[in-house]
């Protein structure tokens, strides 16, 4: 207590702020600035569970859809790394109109079907063939040019993650050019 009676009022009141401030905590986005880094980013906020009965590739009436939060998470999303300085991305999405709206609203280039990172939830696709895929489609991308991002499912990022992405979030990985990924952080959904 005396020790605080000797500072000057400015400099009790920065010290008050520095401890009782909450830190700024990263959405860890930043990390995809560096060459050769993966986003796999699961779709943003799309409610429900699963897909329902009838659930088909390319009608979009018959599948679990963004809602306004969702388009305007993902378009936050894209903002937020054209802020980090990312103009363009190669984009790729699952086949799902959720996965597929998520990287269109992102803006940073146009989306690309890849049907590598298609769910295997409720077996819509058989799990290693999937993933198999996916590891060959990896092992041929480079580590120059603009980054890459993979709009997908939670359960293809826990193949390579082992975590569960709320939606909108997701990991950065860093290519090692044999289609493995290096995990190097997790992305929080931007608000």
Known sequence: MRFA??????LAATICLTVTAPAFASDGLEALAQPGRVLMLRHANAPGYGDPPGFRIGDC?????LDERGRAQARATGERLRALGIREARVYSSQWCRALETGRLLG??????LPALNSFFQGHA??????????DFLAWQTADGP????VTHQVVINAFAE???ASGGGSIF?????GGLRWITATRPVR
């Open 5 to 10: 009676r000797t500072l000057s009022p400015r």
């Open 61 to 65: 009436r018959t599948q679990r859809n």
């Open 108 to 113: 940073l280039g146009e989306e690309r079907e």
């Open 126 to 135: 058989e799990r290693e063939s999937t993933l198999a895929t996916l590891r």
């Open 147 to 150: 980054p890459l991002i993979l």
């Open 163 to 165: 975590e569960v992405p």
């Open 174 to 178: 860093e290519l090692d050019g044999t």
